[in-house]
């Protein structure tokens, strides 16, 4: 078996508390609206747990969709929902966000003190129009003073309970308007434990090619972990972007879309391994079978599989299955159907070697205009304006 370099781990602290959460695979999950629930962090966790080195510690980080600090903090149905997470999770990860600092501090408390989170992740860097014409998301780095009250109070609150924060930005607003170098500073100064980077601007979404070299730069100006995401399809590819910027870590979203079994690969890269996993069509139907059952298991048998059928066409891109089978699958009413369609499939098929590296999941185009509140752009101070609106109807950014 050929070796490769092994790599460090991935340790964040918190101020009280060095070592207060480490993991052997410098991965993590990103936090994905409508996706990453208990049944897919489960399915990721258990491929992760598959690879590496057995016997050893935890490879990776696998961390909740995003909650809004507003719904926790008014105890919203919606968002007590979310922070479901199945008896084998046992470090709970979970992304907050919000643009009010004490409220986001006192939802903050709630995670930590009622659920038993472990771990907070800040979202700065949400591009979806409804989050940054209200000044959420990728726009709000852009008020310096508003980002450092919001990163010190929900520091604060958290290290009570010796929980690290990490915050996630994108490179800025546009190519004019770029806020990742003070971020970093911001964030380093206020005691977060790590900041991951998306190379990409909020105008940018996620067209085009992450720029890699943002994420080295920011590496050379920072002494926190920076962790990098964009464009990680592949675990080698993941390596290649360690290599290439010095990040301590990756972060990992549209490239798990389908493929769980990359966090097996992601745990082998950066155990030394040069195994990969490329299953046959027979093996991708039994592990859609299985996220049917978590699914059904946390949401009922009639939710958890219409929630499934987004997953299909990612589970069999670049397969042989036809047409029918595929509308088939994408209207699948119950388990019993599924494993049935599911059967009808050619299970010796191989892995389609040709889909390696392409991307996966939302692209689109880049924006000619980003969406912000009047007069957003004319200075850096935001601390006194009322951003209360922000925090309203942004699921599924």
Not at 12 to 23: E, F, I, T, Y
Not at 57 to 64: D, P, Q, S, Y
Not at 77 to 84: G, P, Y
Not at 164 to 191: C, N, W, Y
Request: charged share 25%; hydrophobic share 40%.
């Amino acid at each position: 078996m050929q070796t490769l370099p092994a790599y460090a781990p991935l340790v964040l602290p918190a101020p009280s508390r060095p070592g207060a959460v480490a993991s052997e695979t410098p991965v993590v999950l990103a936090p994905m609206a409508g996706v990453t629930n208990a049944a897919y962090r489960q399915l990721c966790r258990e491929q992760a747990e598959a690879g590496g080195e057995s016997g050893t510690g935890r490879k990776g980080l696998f961390v909740c969709e995003m909650i809004t600090s507003r719904g926790l903090v008014e105890r919203d149905r919606k968002s007590i929902d979310m922070l479901a997470f199945d008896p084998g999770e046992t470090l709970h990860s979970v992304q907050l966000y919000g643009v009010d600092p004490a409220t986001m501090a006192h939802a903050t408390e709630i995670l930590c003190n009622e659920f038993g989170v472990a771990h907070v992740d800040l979202n700065f860097g949400c591009p979806v129009p409804k989050v940054t014409r209200k000044g959420g998301g990728g726009v709000l780095p852009w008020k310096r003073d508003r980002l450092r009250a919001i990163l010190t109070e929900t520091v604060k609150a958290a290290d009570k309970y010796g929980v690290p924060v990490t915050m996630k930005t994108r490179k800025g607003i546009d190519a004019d308007h770029l806020t990742f170098l003070d971020a970093g500073r911001i964030a380093q100064e206020s005691g977060v434990a790590a900041i991951a980077l998306h190379g990409r601007t909020v105008a940018q979404s996620y067209s085009g090619e992450a720029d890699w070299d943002s994420i080295a730069e920011l590496v050379q100006a920072v002494y926190i972990p920076v962790l990098g995401n964009g464009d990680i399809w592949e675990a080698d590819t993941a390596l290649a972007m360690v290599a290439h910027t010095g990040c301590a870590g990756v972060v990992v979203g549209r490239g798990c879309l389908g493929r769980p079994w990359l966090f097996r690969d992601l745990a082998d890269a950066f155990a030394g391994k040069a195994d990969r996993v490329r299953p046959q069509l027979g093996e991708v139907a039994e592990m859609v079978r299985r996220h049917g059952e978590l699914m059904a298991g946390i949401m009922g048998e009639k939710r958890g599989v219409s929630e499934l059928r987004k997953h299909m066409a990612w589970y069999f891109k670049g397969y042989p299955v036809g047409g029918d089978a595929r509308r088939g699958l994408s209207l699948v009413g119950s388990l019993a159907e599924l494993t049935d369609r599911l059967g009808q499939l050619d299970a010796t098929a191989p892995f389609p070697v040709r889909e390696l590296g392409s991307p996966r999941g939302r692209q689109g185009s880049p924006r000619d205009k980003v969406v912000m509140p009047d007069g957003w752009l004319n200075d850096q101070s935001g601390l006194a304006l009322d951003l209360s609106a922000a925090e309203s109807d942004v699921s599924g950014g």
